[in-house]
């Protein structure tokens, strides 16, 4: 099926059970990361007619899987986009999904008087970057699901990946997985995919086929195209006159190229400003667009009430699994993970764990531990830290320059990240390698800080293994993550040194004190009074 932007009728495509979205021609791994797993709950679950009288919020789990080439460098396929900006982009869908279900709209042409309130919410449980160039979605979707799906059973997985028939999008019940060939805000006709996908997977079929619900009206047209006073019903697309549906609203007063623009009966007229014979498109009237969720309209703001207690039929009885909460406020969820070219890419001096997937936090804490035979040793600690997790970016020699957190090159780290709002707290914690590339290699030793707890001046003492100028000292608060130069330009000499700091201008907190040469990097902890 072929939709074409401007176009007064749209067709259709459905197979089996599963069920194609809107079919689109654009003019109209990595699997390390620690996986959580959910326990399921009993059937049923919930009270369905509790729930929706009372709109209490069902949490929805779902991850979100995207594909870069098979040498893990390169941006998102189907999105042109950084592997970074891939985060920011994928917490905007879903809030934007959630906004469709927190604001739902009168269903067009149906009895009900006042939109009904939809108590579904999505919560992002995380973001996988996988290396498989040329990643096929749609009828492909479960095999996607068996070879990176994850927690299958208590999370919905969404696959961003192309097809070669053209359709944007495909919800599979059974196997709670979706995909899309388009996933981001500003394709506008990508928009809606993601909750319609998720109605799939949820059990609804299209609003315009025999749903079950008799409050999904099937929103049609007769449009006499070719002026000539008679109906005429074909078998051929650009012939056919009855039974049309809107993609969109066509505007008046609009010039060919302009977005609402139309002249699907080619008569060099916009089909909204025709004259007679002809007459004016019915899509220039906005009451004959579609704009259930499961229709094929550009529109999706609408849920019924009927398919609202399906999805929830659903979730209490086969999918139970899926739901993180019921009720009160959104639950946090923390997730670590890292780009796969800082992965794969052995020669990077500056890498980041990537922390922006976490959602609904209001505070979160990080902690990084080196492993040494199997012991866990601890090297950073954020403190409870306030607002959206943010990026842990390190360097591991000193061919990066700055004041950046060290890690020590070809090494084992677990971090362990906490995010918690005022309902709830969740805890991720992820493996991770620094790279073994020669970043100017450095060795780390411990120093001692005398007195400590600190008021003014301090005493440095450690042991060099070689002589070095232009030394720099740094404090970092672990809890805001601050850094402050507390000297620099300073010399050391090969085996014992003693510095006297006679002034700390720093605010009350706990500090890591780091004293930077080009070979070696002498740090510990210590508390300013």
């Given at each position: 099926?072929?939709?074409?932007?401007?176009?007064?009728?749209?067709?259709?495509?459905?197979?089996?059970?599963?069920?194609?979205?809107?079919?689109?021609?654009?003019?109209?791994?990595?699997?390390?990361?620690?996986?959580?797993?959910?326990?399921?709950?009993?059937?049923?679950?919930?009270?369905?007619?509790?729930?929706?009288?009372?709109?209490?919020?069902?949490?929805?789990?779902?991850?979100?899987?995207f594909?870069?080439?098979?040498?893990?460098?390169?941006?998102?396929?189907?999105?042109?986009?950084?592997?970074?900006?891939?985060?920011?982009?994928?917490?905007?869908?879903?809030?934007?999904?959630?906004?469709?279900?927190?604001?739902?709209?009168v269903q067009r042409k149906s009895p009900d008087a006042v939109a009904p309130c939809v108590p579904i919410r999505l919560v992002l449980k995380g973001i996988y970057l996988h290396c498989k160039s040329d990643v096929v979605?749609?009828?492909?979707?479960?095999?996607?699901?068996?070879?990176?799906?994850?927690?299958?059973?208590?999370?919905?997985?969404?696959?961003?990946?192309?097809?070669?028939?053209?359709?944007?999008?495909?919800?599979?019940?059974?196997?709670?997985?979706?995909?899309?060939?388009?996933?981001?805000?500003?394709?506008?006709?990508?928009?809606?995919?993601?909750?319609?996908?998720?109605?799939?997977?949820?059990?609804?079929?299209?609003?315009?086929?025999?749903?079950?619900?008799?409050?999904?009206?099937?929103?049609t047209y007769d449009w006499d195209k070719n002026c000539n006073g008679i109906l005429e019903n074909s078998n051929d697309r650009e012939m056919d006159e009855t039974n049309l549906t809107c993609w969109n609203k066509l505007e008046s007063n609009r010039k060919p190229g302009e977005e609402g623009y139309s002249d699907i009966n080619l008569n060099n007229v916009n089909d909204c400003d025709e004259q007679f014979p002809c007459s004016v498109c019915p899509c220039c009237n906005i009451e004959n667009v579609d704009n259930n969720i499961m229709s094929y309209s550009a529109i999706k703001s609408a849920i019924t009430s009927c398919q609202i207690k399906k999805m929830l039929n659903d979730l209490s009885g086969y999918n139970c699994g899926l739901i993180e909460k019921i009720g009160d406020c959104p639950p946090a969820s923390a997730f670590i993970t890292q780009t796969p070219e800082d992965k794969i890419d052995q020669t990077r001096c500056r890498e980041c764990l990537i922390l922006e997937a976490s959602v609904n936090e209001e505070q979160y804490e990080l902690k990084l531990f080196e492993r040494i035979n199997g012991q866990e040793i601890l090297v950073y600690n954020s403190g409870w830290k306030t607002g959206k997790a943010s990026n842990f970016c390190y360097r591991t020699g000193a061919a990066f320059k700055g004041m950046f957190n060290y890690l020590k090159p070809n090494t084992e780290y677990v971090a362990y990240l906490k995010a918690k709002n005022s309902c709830s707290e969740d805890q991720y914690k992820y493996l991770f390698f620094t790279n073994s590339g020669d970043c100017g290699a450095v060795s780390y030793e411990s120093l001692s800080i005398s007195p400590n707890p600190v008021l003014n001046g301090i005493i440095v003492e450690f042991t060099a293994n070689q002589v070095e100028s232009n030394v720099q000292v740094f404090a970092k608060n672990m809890i805001s993550g601050s850094l402050y130069m507390i000297s620099q330009n300073q010399t050391i000499v090969e085996g014992a040194n003693r510095l006297y700091i006679s002034e700390v201008d720093l605010?009350?907190?706990?500090?890591?004190?780091?004293?930077?040469?080009?070979?070696?990097?002498y740090q510990n902890n210590f508390v300013k009074m």
């Open positions: 099926m072929r939709l074409i932007f401007g176009m007064c009728c749209l067709l259709f495509l459905t197979k089996q059970s599963e069920v194609f979205a809107q079919n689109q021609d654009y003019l109209c791994g990595w699997k390390d990361e620690l996986q959580q797993v959910s326990n399921v709950n009993s059937s049923p679950c919930f009270d369905v007619e509790d729930v929706f009288k009372n709109c209490k919020t069902v949490y929805v789990r779902i991850n979100l899987h594909f870069v080439g098979d040498d893990c460098n390169g941006s998102i396929q189907q999105l042109g986009k950084s592997q970074r900006e891939v985060f920011k982009i994928s917490e905007e869908m879903i809030d934007f999904a959630n906004n469709t279900f927190a604001n739902n709209e979605g749609i009828t492909n979707t479960p095999t996607l699901n068996l070879e990176y799906g994850v927690n299958t059973t208590a999370e919905i997985n969404f696959y961003i990946a192309k097809t070669e028939i053209g359709a944007t999008g495909i919800g599979f019940h059974e196997q709670r997985c979706g995909s899309a060939t388009a996933f981001n805000k500003d394709t506008w006709w990508s928009i809606g995919n993601l909750v319609h996908e998720v109605g799939h997977i949820l059990t609804l079929n299209h609003s315009f086929e025999f749903d079950g619900c008799n409050d999904t009206p099937k929103i605010p009350q907190g706990t500090y890591t004190l780091m004293i930077e040469g080009e070979h070696s990097i």
